[in-house]
C-alpha cells in the first residue's frame, strides 16, 4: 500500500485515502521524500477487502520492472555478527530469479514491456555505520546512493537493517533517483523475535530472524516489479499484489531455482482469480500465486 494512498492516524495505519502529505508513521511528522509503497502491514493490521467489489488490480499508466537487477544492503553497528541472516539472504536472492515463485508476477506489463522473471543478483554490502530513518524514505534513499557504486535503472537495492519495529509495519518499498539514474529500494526492519512479522517458518536449518526478513522480501520485491513507481499495478483500496495476499501460506515451504526452501506468502494474480485457479487470502478471495 502506498503513503500516498493512506492515512496515518494516532501512529496507526488506517486506510483513507490521503494525500503525501499523510503524518510520518512513528514521528507525526510530515513524510519527507518518494512515497512508501507496497507497505508490509504486520500480522492483524490489514483491514478486510470490501465486500461485492472486485479484487482486481488495475494498472495505472506507469512502468513495471521487466528485468530486475538485486543488490542487498545490511546496514547498522551489529552486522558485524549477523548470524545467518546474511548469507542465507544472499541464498534467497540467487534463488529466485527464474524460480516458479517469482513468475507469478510475470502477467502484469506497464509502458516498457511485460514483467519477467529475470531476476540477477549483485551480491551484498555491509555498511557497519548506525542505521537511521526507517521512517524517512530519503534517509533510505540516501543510504542506496552512497553505499552502491554502479547503481543501474532497473536496480533493486534492499536495506536491511538492525533497528527493531517501530510501527505496524514490517517492510515498505519505494523509489527514487541516484544522480541521474532512476532506482527502486527497500526497507526492512530487523525482525528477529517480532511475533507480528513472523511467518512461524518449520523449514529446517535457519533462524527465525532470517525466516521473517525472507517472507517480507519476497512481498516487497514482487510489488515493487509490479509497481516499482506509483503507476503500475494495485486495486481499488492501494493494495499490491503482495499486500493482498500478505500473511496466507499455501504450502509450508517454496522451492527457489537454486534449490533453497522457504517459507513464504503468495502473490495475487488477477489470472488465477479470474480462472478460480489460486488460493485464498485472509477475505477469501481465490488469487494467490506461489508457484510451488
Given at each position: 500500500m502506498s503513503l500516498s494512498r493512506y492515512i496515518v492516524a494516532s501512529l496507526v495505519l488506517t486506510v483513507s485515502a490521503v494525500s503525501l502529505m499523510a503524518q510520518d508513521l512513528a514521528t507525526g511528522k510530515a513524510p519527507q521524500g518518494p512515497p512508501m509503497l507496497g507497505i508490509h502491514l504486520a500480522r492483524g493490521v490489514m483491514p478486510p477487502a470490501k465486500r461485492n467489489s472486485n479484487p482486481d488490480?488495475?494498472?495505472?499508466?506507469?512502468?513495471?520492472?521487466?528485468?530486475?537487477?538485486?543488490?542487498?544492503?545490511?546496514?547498522?553497528?551489529?552486522?558485524?555478527?549477523?548470524?545467518?541472516?546474511?548469507s542465507g539472504m544472499d541464498t534467497w536472492y540467487s534463488g529466485f530469479g527464474g524460480s516458479n515463485y517469482a513468475k507469478?508476477?510475470?502477467?502484469?506489463?506497464?509502458?516498457?514491456?511485460?514483467?519477467?522473471?529475470?531476476?540477477s543478483y549483485g551480491g551484498h554490502f555491509v555498511d557497519t555505520t548506525k542505521a537511521s530513518g526507517g521512517n524517512n524514505?530519503?534517509?533510505?534513499?540516501?543510504?542506496?546512493?552512497?553505499?552502491?557504486?554502479n547503481p543501474v535503472s532497473n536496480g533493486y537495492y534492499a536495506v536491511y537493517t538492525d533497528l527493531p519495529r517501530?510501527?505496524?509495519?514490517?517492510?515498505?518499498h519505494s523509489y527514487g533517483s541516484c544522480g541521474a539514474t532512476?532506482?527502486?529500494?527497500?526497507?526492512?526492519?530487523?525482525?528477529?523475535?517480532?511475533?507480528?512479522?513472523?511467518?512461524?517458518?518449520?523449514?529446517?536449518?535457519?533462524?527465525?530472524?532470517l525466516a521473517a526478513i525472507a517472507n517480507v522480501s519476497g512481498h516487497e520485491l514482487s510489488e515493487a516489479r509490479t509497481d516499482p513507481r506509483n503507476?503500475?499495478?494495485y486495486d481499488a483500496?492501494?493494495?499490491?499484489?503482495?499486500?493482498?495476499?500478505?500473511?496466507?501460506?499455501?504450502?509450508?515451504?517454496?522451492t527457489f531455482s537454486n534449490g533453497s526452501q522457504w517459507k513464504i506468502q503468495g502473490e495475487w494474480s488477477n489470472h488465477a482469480y479470474d480462472t478460480n485457479t489460486g488460493?485464498?487470502?485472509?477475505?477469501?478471495?481465490?488469487?494467490?500465486l506461489d508457484g510451488h
Open positions: 488490480m488495475t494498472f495505472h499508466g506507469g512502468t513495471i520492472m521487466v528485468t530486475t537487477s538485486a543488490e542487498a544492503i545490511f546496514w547498522g553497528t551489529s552486522w558485524t555478527n549477523p548470524g545467518d541472516k546474511i507469478t508476477s510475470d502477467e502484469y506489463s506497464g509502458t516498457n514491456g511485460q514483467v519477467s522473471a529475470m531476476v524514505t530519503s534517509t533510505i534513499l540516501a543510504e542506496v546512493c552512497k553505499v552502491i557504486p517501530k510501527g505496524n509495519y514490517c517492510a515498505y532512476p532506482v527502486q529500494f527497500a526497507f526492512f526492519w530487523k525482525l528477529d523475535g517480532d511475533a507480528g512479522c513472523d511467518p512461524q517458518s518449520t523449514v529446517p536449518n535457519e533462524s527465525q530472524g503507476g503500475g499495478w483500496q492501494g493494495q499490491e499484489n503482495g499486500d493482498k495476499c500478505a500473511w496466507t501460506f499455501n504450502v509450508p515451504s517454496v488460493y485464498s487470502n485472509s477475505s477469501g478471495q481465490d488469487g494467490c
